[in-house]
Protein backbone atom coordinates (compact mmCIF):
# COMPACT_ATOMS: atom_id res chain seq x y z
CA UNK A 1 0.00 0.00 0.00
CA UNK A 2 1.18 3.39 -0.74
CA UNK A 3 -0.06 5.16 2.09
CA UNK A 4 2.54 6.62 4.32
CA UNK A 5 0.54 8.25 6.78
CA UNK A 6 -3.44 9.25 7.94
CA UNK A 7 -4.26 12.40 8.45
CA UNK A 8 -6.68 13.37 11.51
CA UNK A 9 -9.53 16.05 11.55
CA UNK A 10 -10.82 17.31 14.89
CA UNK A 11 -14.62 18.72 13.63
CA UNK A 12 -16.18 20.43 16.65
CA UNK A 13 -13.68 20.93 18.29
CA UNK A 14 -12.01 23.91 16.40
CA UNK A 15 -15.40 25.88 17.72
CA UNK A 16 -14.62 25.85 21.28
CA UNK A 17 -12.48 28.93 21.10
CA UNK A 18 -10.97 29.56 24.72
CA UNK A 19 -11.63 25.88 26.11
CA UNK A 20 -9.90 24.56 22.91
CA UNK A 21 -6.55 23.78 25.07
CA UNK A 22 -8.29 21.92 27.24
CA UNK A 23 -10.40 19.76 24.68
CA UNK A 24 -6.98 18.91 22.42
CA UNK A 25 -4.90 18.06 25.68
CA UNK A 26 -7.49 15.49 26.42
CA UNK A 27 -7.64 14.20 22.64
CA UNK A 28 -4.13 14.32 22.51
CA UNK A 29 -4.08 12.08 25.81
CA UNK A 30 -6.63 9.54 24.80
CA UNK A 31 -4.79 9.71 21.05
CA UNK A 32 -1.26 8.67 22.53
CA UNK A 33 -3.21 6.03 24.32
CA UNK A 34 -4.78 3.94 22.41
CA UNK A 35 -1.62 3.78 19.70
CA UNK A 36 0.29 2.49 22.61
CA UNK A 37 2.28 -0.43 20.99
CA UNK A 38 1.73 0.41 17.79
CA UNK A 39 4.87 1.54 15.91
CA UNK A 40 3.70 4.87 14.97
CA UNK A 41 4.93 8.57 15.75
CA UNK A 42 1.96 11.06 15.92
CA UNK A 43 2.32 14.14 14.93
CA UNK A 44 0.28 17.02 16.33
CA UNK A 45 -0.12 21.02 14.56
CA UNK A 46 -2.38 23.45 15.15
CA UNK A 47 -5.66 22.35 13.17
CA UNK A 48 -4.91 18.47 12.89
CA UNK A 49 -2.92 15.35 13.70
CA UNK A 50 -0.89 13.11 11.13
CA UNK A 51 -0.08 9.82 12.29
CA UNK A 52 2.98 8.15 10.16
CA UNK A 53 2.71 5.07 9.77
CA UNK A 54 6.11 3.71 9.93
CA UNK A 55 5.79 0.65 8.11
CA UNK A 56 3.06 -0.16 10.68
CA UNK A 57 -0.22 -2.33 9.62
CA UNK A 58 -3.15 0.41 8.93
CA UNK A 59 -5.40 -1.51 9.43
CA UNK A 60 -4.27 -2.05 13.17
CA UNK A 61 -4.18 1.82 13.14
CA UNK A 62 -7.72 2.36 12.12
CA UNK A 63 -9.42 0.02 14.14
CA UNK A 64 -7.48 1.74 17.18
CA UNK A 65 -8.17 5.29 15.76
CA UNK A 66 -12.21 4.19 15.95
CA UNK A 67 -11.89 4.21 19.44
CA UNK A 68 -10.96 7.85 19.92
CA UNK A 69 -13.79 10.61 20.59
CA UNK A 70 -13.57 13.18 19.77
CA UNK A 71 -12.35 13.25 15.91
CA UNK A 72 -14.60 13.97 12.85
CA UNK A 73 -12.57 12.01 10.15
CA UNK A 74 -9.64 10.91 8.95
CA UNK A 75 -8.14 10.06 5.86
CA UNK A 76 -4.99 7.94 4.33
CA UNK A 77 -2.39 10.19 3.00
CA UNK A 78 0.72 9.62 0.72
CA UNK A 79 2.98 12.38 1.76
CA UNK A 80 5.54 13.64 -0.66
CA UNK A 81 8.01 16.97 -1.48
CA UNK A 82 5.89 20.24 -3.13
CA UNK A 83 8.00 19.92 -6.13
CA UNK A 84 5.37 19.75 -8.75
CA UNK A 85 7.17 16.80 -10.65
CA UNK A 86 6.98 14.85 -7.40
CA UNK A 87 3.58 15.83 -6.73
CA UNK A 88 2.33 14.62 -10.35
CA UNK A 89 4.44 11.14 -9.79
CA UNK A 90 3.01 10.50 -6.77
CA UNK A 91 -0.40 11.55 -7.89
CA UNK A 92 -0.12 8.91 -10.77
CA UNK A 93 0.90 6.30 -8.39
CA UNK A 94 -1.76 6.32 -6.17
CA UNK A 95 -4.00 6.55 -8.72
CA UNK A 96 -2.87 3.56 -10.63
CA UNK A 97 -3.56 2.01 -6.92
CA UNK A 98 -6.87 2.71 -6.20
CA UNK A 99 -8.28 2.75 -9.63
CA UNK A 100 -8.56 -0.92 -11.45
CA UNK A 101 -11.52 0.11 -13.96
CA UNK A 102 -12.87 2.79 -16.14
CA UNK A 103 -13.74 5.79 -13.41
CA UNK A 104 -14.60 9.04 -13.31
CA UNK A 105 -12.77 11.48 -11.37
CA UNK A 106 -11.41 15.00 -10.11
CA UNK A 107 -8.24 16.83 -8.65
CA UNK A 108 -8.77 19.26 -6.30
CA UNK A 109 -6.07 21.72 -4.67
CA UNK A 110 -5.85 23.41 -1.28
CA UNK A 111 -2.48 25.86 -1.04
CA UNK A 112 -2.25 26.64 2.62
CA UNK A 113 1.14 27.91 2.36
CA UNK A 114 0.30 30.91 0.23
CA UNK A 115 4.07 31.62 -0.97
CA UNK A 116 3.71 28.62 -3.08
CA UNK A 117 4.55 30.04 -6.87
CA UNK A 118 1.37 28.65 -8.29
CA UNK A 119 -2.29 28.90 -7.47
CA UNK A 120 -4.56 25.98 -7.00
CA UNK A 121 -6.31 25.76 -10.06
CA UNK A 122 -2.62 25.90 -11.76
CA UNK A 123 -1.57 22.92 -9.66
CA UNK A 124 -4.61 20.93 -10.70
CA UNK A 125 -4.79 21.15 -14.39
CA UNK A 126 -1.05 20.01 -14.36
CA UNK A 127 -1.50 17.00 -11.96
CA UNK A 128 -5.05 15.84 -13.55
CA UNK A 129 -3.47 16.61 -17.30
CA UNK A 130 -0.35 14.21 -16.07
CA UNK A 131 -2.55 11.44 -14.78
CA UNK A 132 -4.87 11.33 -17.67
CA UNK A 133 -1.93 11.06 -19.73
CA UNK A 134 -0.62 8.51 -18.48
CA UNK A 135 -3.39 6.09 -17.02
CA UNK A 136 -6.18 5.41 -19.60
CA UNK A 137 -8.79 4.19 -17.35
CA UNK A 138 -9.35 7.75 -15.85
CA UNK A 139 -12.09 10.08 -17.07
CA UNK A 140 -12.78 14.13 -15.79
CA UNK A 141 -16.06 14.47 -14.07
CA UNK A 142 -15.60 17.52 -11.98
CA UNK A 143 -19.69 17.79 -11.38
CA UNK A 144 -19.89 13.86 -10.23
CA UNK A 145 -16.80 12.17 -10.20
CA UNK A 146 -16.34 8.50 -8.60
CA UNK A 147 -12.99 9.17 -7.46
CA UNK A 148 -11.65 12.64 -6.38
CA UNK A 149 -7.53 13.12 -5.36
CA UNK A 150 -7.24 15.45 -3.04
CA UNK A 151 -4.10 17.56 -2.96
CA UNK A 152 -2.63 19.61 0.65
CA UNK A 153 0.23 21.55 -0.25
CA UNK A 154 1.80 22.88 3.44
CA UNK A 155 4.72 23.36 5.04
CA UNK A 156 7.23 22.06 2.02
CA UNK A 157 5.49 18.98 1.65
CA UNK A 158 2.33 17.49 -0.40
CA UNK A 159 -0.30 15.61 1.15
CA UNK A 160 -2.38 13.82 -1.33
CA UNK A 161 -5.74 11.31 0.16
CA UNK A 162 -8.70 10.13 -1.98
CA UNK A 163 -10.64 8.85 1.06
CA UNK A 164 -12.41 10.79 3.67
CA UNK A 165 -13.59 8.88 6.50
CA UNK A 166 -15.95 9.47 9.24
CA UNK A 167 -14.68 8.73 12.99
CA UNK A 168 -16.37 8.49 16.05
CA UNK A 169 -17.33 12.27 16.11
CA UNK A 170 -18.46 14.23 19.54
CA UNK A 171 -15.95 15.35 21.74
CA UNK A 172 -12.54 13.43 24.00
CA UNK A 173 -14.27 11.58 26.47
CA UNK A 174 -13.82 12.50 29.42
CA UNK A 175 -14.03 16.80 28.94
CA UNK A 176 -17.87 16.74 29.96
CA UNK A 177 -17.25 15.54 33.69
CA UNK A 178 -18.29 11.97 34.60
CA UNK A 179 -21.56 10.27 34.68
CA UNK A 180 -23.47 6.94 36.30
CA UNK A 181 -24.36 4.37 33.73
CA UNK A 182 -27.19 2.03 34.88
CA UNK A 183 -26.06 -0.96 33.15
CA UNK A 184 -28.02 -4.18 32.43
CA UNK A 185 -27.29 -7.18 30.53
CA UNK A 186 -29.11 -5.71 27.39
CA UNK A 187 -29.10 -4.21 24.67
CA UNK A 188 -29.91 -0.57 25.18
CA UNK A 189 -27.84 0.03 28.03
CA UNK A 190 -24.36 -0.58 26.44
CA UNK A 191 -25.23 1.57 23.58
CA UNK A 192 -26.26 4.90 25.77
CA UNK A 193 -22.94 4.26 27.90
CA UNK A 194 -20.97 4.16 24.33
CA UNK A 195 -23.05 7.61 22.82
CA UNK A 196 -22.36 9.07 26.26
CA UNK A 197 -18.56 8.61 25.96
CA UNK A 198 -19.12 9.62 22.28
CA UNK A 199 -20.26 13.24 23.55
CA UNK A 200 -17.14 13.49 26.09
CA UNK A 201 -18.40 11.98 29.23
CA UNK A 202 -16.41 9.35 30.98
CA UNK A 203 -18.44 7.11 32.40
CA UNK A 204 -18.72 4.26 35.84
CA UNK A 205 -21.13 1.59 35.74
CA UNK A 206 -23.79 0.89 38.39
CA UNK A 207 -25.22 -3.03 38.15
CA UNK A 208 -28.15 -4.39 40.29
CA UNK A 209 -27.51 -7.72 41.00
CA UNK A 210 -29.93 -10.42 42.42
CA UNK A 211 -28.15 -13.77 42.77
CA UNK A 212 -29.62 -16.39 43.32
CA UNK A 213 -32.86 -14.92 42.00
CA UNK A 214 -30.76 -14.10 38.93
CA UNK A 215 -27.94 -16.39 37.63
CA UNK A 216 -24.48 -15.28 37.94
CA UNK A 217 -23.77 -15.76 34.43
CA UNK A 218 -26.54 -12.54 34.04
CA UNK A 219 -23.65 -10.26 36.08
CA UNK A 220 -20.87 -12.15 33.90
CA UNK A 221 -22.61 -10.28 31.04
CA UNK A 222 -22.04 -6.64 32.14
CA UNK A 223 -18.25 -7.90 32.95
CA UNK A 224 -17.60 -8.95 29.53
CA UNK A 225 -20.26 -5.81 28.30
CA UNK A 226 -17.95 -3.16 30.31
CA UNK A 227 -14.88 -4.80 28.37
CA UNK A 228 -16.25 -3.80 25.40
CA UNK A 229 -16.71 -0.28 26.53
CA UNK A 230 -13.45 0.02 28.19
CA UNK A 231 -12.00 0.22 24.62
CA UNK A 232 -13.29 3.64 24.51
CA UNK A 233 -12.53 4.58 28.13
CA UNK A 234 -9.47 6.58 29.46
CA UNK A 235 -6.71 3.99 30.41
CA UNK A 236 -8.98 1.29 28.66
CA UNK A 237 -10.34 0.74 32.15
CA UNK A 238 -14.07 1.63 33.60
CA UNK A 239 -15.06 0.97 37.44
CA UNK A 240 -17.96 -1.40 38.05
CA UNK A 241 -20.44 -0.73 40.99
CA UNK A 242 -22.22 -4.08 41.40
CA UNK A 243 -25.35 -3.77 43.98
CA UNK A 244 -26.79 -6.13 46.06
CA UNK A 245 -30.54 -5.99 44.91
CA UNK A 246 -31.55 -9.29 46.43
CA UNK A 247 -33.30 -8.03 49.98
CA UNK A 248 -34.94 -5.37 48.19
CA UNK A 249 -35.58 -7.43 45.05
CA UNK A 250 -37.76 -9.86 47.71
CA UNK A 251 -39.47 -7.36 49.39
CA UNK A 252 -40.56 -6.28 45.98
CA UNK A 253 -42.17 -9.16 45.67
CA UNK A 254 -43.47 -9.69 48.49
CA UNK A 255 -44.93 -6.37 49.16
CA UNK A 256 -46.22 -4.24 45.95
CA UNK A 257 -48.78 -5.39 43.56
CA UNK A 258 -47.63 -7.35 40.66
CA UNK A 259 -48.54 -4.06 38.23
CA UNK A 260 -46.37 -1.61 40.05
CA UNK A 261 -43.52 -4.35 40.43
CA UNK A 262 -41.21 -2.91 37.80
CA UNK A 263 -42.43 0.72 38.53
CA UNK A 264 -41.49 0.78 41.68
CA UNK A 265 -38.18 -1.76 41.11
CA UNK A 266 -36.95 1.30 39.23
CA UNK A 267 -37.66 4.11 41.75
CA UNK A 268 -35.49 1.87 44.13
CA UNK A 269 -32.83 1.81 41.49
CA UNK A 270 -32.85 6.06 41.06
CA UNK A 271 -32.54 6.10 44.73
CA UNK A 272 -29.65 4.06 44.72
CA UNK A 273 -27.91 5.62 41.91
CA UNK A 274 -28.18 8.89 42.86
CA UNK A 275 -26.82 8.66 46.57
CA UNK A 276 -23.91 6.16 44.66
CA UNK A 277 -23.33 9.34 42.00
CA UNK A 278 -23.19 11.42 44.48
CA UNK A 279 -20.74 9.54 46.38
CA UNK A 280 -18.58 8.62 43.06
CA UNK A 281 -18.89 12.13 41.83
CA UNK A 282 -20.75 11.53 39.31
CA UNK A 283 -22.59 14.69 37.68
CA UNK A 284 -25.30 12.55 35.92
CA UNK A 285 -27.06 9.71 35.63
CA UNK A 286 -27.09 7.53 32.37
CA UNK A 287 -29.49 5.05 31.16
CA UNK A 288 -30.65 2.94 27.93
CA UNK A 289 -34.29 4.09 28.07
CA UNK A 290 -35.71 5.02 25.06
CA UNK A 291 -39.08 6.67 25.01
CA UNK A 292 -42.06 4.52 24.33
CA UNK A 293 -40.57 0.68 24.25
CA UNK A 294 -41.59 -0.71 27.09
CA UNK A 295 -44.01 0.11 29.88
CA UNK A 296 -41.49 1.35 32.25
CA UNK A 297 -40.34 4.06 29.64
CA UNK A 298 -43.47 5.56 28.53
CA UNK A 299 -43.35 9.05 29.60
CA UNK A 300 -45.82 8.23 32.34
CA UNK A 301 -43.81 6.01 33.46
CA UNK A 302 -40.65 8.18 33.21
CA UNK A 303 -42.22 10.77 34.92
CA UNK A 304 -43.40 8.81 38.37
CA UNK A 305 -40.11 7.10 38.57
CA UNK A 306 -38.21 10.25 38.10
CA UNK A 307 -39.71 11.99 40.32
CA UNK A 308 -37.64 10.26 43.19
CA UNK A 309 -34.34 12.04 42.17
CA UNK A 310 -33.61 15.63 41.01
CA UNK A 311 -30.23 14.23 39.80
CA UNK A 312 -29.84 14.81 35.87
CA UNK A 313 -30.84 12.04 34.07
CA UNK A 314 -29.39 11.26 30.52
CA UNK A 315 -31.13 8.95 27.82
CA UNK A 316 -28.79 9.22 25.25
CA UNK A 317 -31.75 6.47 23.21
CA UNK A 318 -34.53 8.49 23.77
CA UNK A 319 -35.71 8.94 20.08
CA UNK A 320 -33.82 6.18 18.75
CA UNK A 321 -35.75 3.21 17.42
CA UNK A 322 -34.41 -0.37 18.21
CA UNK A 323 -33.84 -0.68 14.55
CA UNK A 324 -31.05 1.69 15.15
CA UNK A 325 -29.73 0.79 18.97
CA UNK A 326 -29.15 -3.16 17.61
CA UNK A 327 -27.26 -0.85 14.69
CA UNK A 328 -24.65 0.89 17.01
CA UNK A 329 -24.79 -2.01 19.55
CA UNK A 330 -23.52 -4.54 16.42
CA UNK A 331 -20.92 -1.54 15.66
CA UNK A 332 -19.24 -1.81 19.26
CA UNK A 333 -19.28 -5.33 19.29
CA UNK A 334 -21.65 -5.60 21.93
CA UNK A 335 -24.85 -7.29 20.68
CA UNK A 336 -23.83 -10.59 20.44
CA UNK A 337 -23.20 -10.35 24.32
CA UNK A 338 -26.47 -9.01 24.64
CA UNK A 339 -28.51 -10.86 23.48
CA UNK A 340 -27.22 -14.10 25.31
CA UNK A 341 -30.52 -15.34 27.25
CA UNK A 342 -29.88 -14.36 30.92
CA UNK A 343 -32.02 -12.25 32.81
CA UNK A 344 -31.33 -9.40 34.63
CA UNK A 345 -33.34 -8.20 37.68
CA UNK A 346 -35.48 -6.11 35.53
CA UNK A 347 -37.03 -9.06 33.02
CA UNK A 348 -36.49 -12.31 35.90
CA UNK A 349 -40.10 -11.49 36.81
CA UNK A 350 -42.31 -9.33 34.61
CA UNK A 351 -45.49 -8.43 35.41
CA UNK A 352 -48.21 -9.97 32.69
CA UNK A 353 -49.51 -6.44 33.16
CA UNK A 354 -47.32 -3.86 33.89
CA UNK A 355 -48.82 0.11 34.46
CA UNK A 356 -47.90 1.95 31.67
CA UNK A 357 -49.06 5.18 32.80
CA UNK A 358 -48.41 4.38 36.78
CA UNK A 359 -49.18 7.32 39.21
CA UNK A 360 -46.89 8.69 41.72
CA UNK A 361 -49.11 8.95 44.61
CA UNK A 362 -49.94 5.11 44.08
CA UNK A 363 -46.22 4.14 43.93
CA UNK A 364 -45.66 6.45 47.58
CA UNK A 365 -48.39 4.20 48.85
CA UNK A 366 -47.37 0.86 47.77
CA UNK A 367 -43.86 2.08 49.30
CA UNK A 368 -44.82 2.56 52.89
CA UNK A 369 -45.41 -1.34 53.00
CA UNK A 370 -42.04 -1.85 53.84
CA UNK A 371 -38.77 -0.23 54.91
CA UNK A 372 -36.76 0.49 51.98
CA UNK A 373 -35.26 3.47 53.02
CA UNK A 374 -32.86 1.06 55.06
CA UNK A 375 -33.01 -1.08 52.56
CA UNK A 376 -31.54 1.45 50.15
CA UNK A 377 -28.86 2.52 52.25
CA UNK A 378 -27.78 -0.86 52.92
CA UNK A 379 -27.95 -1.66 49.17
CA UNK A 380 -25.27 1.17 48.90
CA UNK A 381 -22.75 0.71 51.83
CA UNK A 382 -22.40 -3.23 50.20
CA UNK A 383 -21.64 -1.85 46.79
CA UNK A 384 -18.78 -4.16 45.44
CA UNK A 385 -16.62 -2.14 43.41
CA UNK A 386 -14.33 -3.18 40.68
CA UNK A 387 -12.32 -1.45 37.99
CA UNK A 388 -12.44 -3.64 34.59
CA UNK A 389 -10.20 -3.14 31.40
CA UNK A 390 -10.52 -4.23 28.15
CA UNK A 391 -8.32 -7.16 28.51
CA UNK A 392 -9.51 -8.47 31.98
CA UNK A 393 -9.96 -12.21 32.31
CA UNK A 394 -12.64 -12.17 35.12
CA UNK A 395 -15.02 -14.94 34.86
CA UNK A 396 -17.29 -14.56 37.81
CA UNK A 397 -18.98 -17.93 36.09
CA UNK A 398 -16.33 -19.96 36.75
CA UNK A 399 -16.46 -20.07 40.57
CA UNK A 400 -20.51 -20.93 40.72
CA UNK A 401 -21.02 -18.27 43.88
CA UNK A 402 -22.99 -15.44 44.50
CA UNK A 403 -21.58 -12.25 42.38
CA UNK A 404 -20.87 -10.53 46.14
CA UNK A 405 -18.89 -13.94 47.39
CA UNK A 406 -17.03 -13.58 44.54
CA UNK A 407 -15.98 -9.97 44.13
CA UNK A 408 -15.22 -10.08 47.88
CA UNK A 409 -12.93 -13.12 47.09
CA UNK A 410 -11.13 -11.16 44.49
CA UNK A 411 -10.46 -8.53 46.69
CA UNK A 412 -8.95 -10.74 49.17
CA UNK A 413 -6.62 -12.16 46.97
Known amino acids: ?69 GISSYSLVVKCSDDLNDIKETALKLMQEVVKKKTTFKVNTKRADKNYPMHSLEITKHVSGYVLSHNSDLVVDVHNPEVELNLEIRG ?49 CIHFESTPLTSIESAQKVVDLVKK ?117 CTVYVPKAPATSPKKEKAELFEKSFDYETMVDMAVENVNSITISADSNLDLSMLGLEVREVLNEIKQK
Open 1 to 69: MIYNQILVRFGDLTLKGKNQKVFLKTLYKLMDEKMEGLNVYVERTHDRIFIHLNDEDVNKVIERLNLVS
Open 156 to 204: GACYLFNTNIRAMGGFPVGVAGKGLLMLSGGIDSPVAGYLAMKQGIEIE
Open 229 to 345: MAKYAPGNKINVHFIPFKELHMALLDNVPESYNITIMRRMMYRIATKLAIKQNCLAIINGESVGQVASQTLGSMNTINSVTNYPILRPLCTYDKIDIMNISRKIDCYDLSIKPFEDC
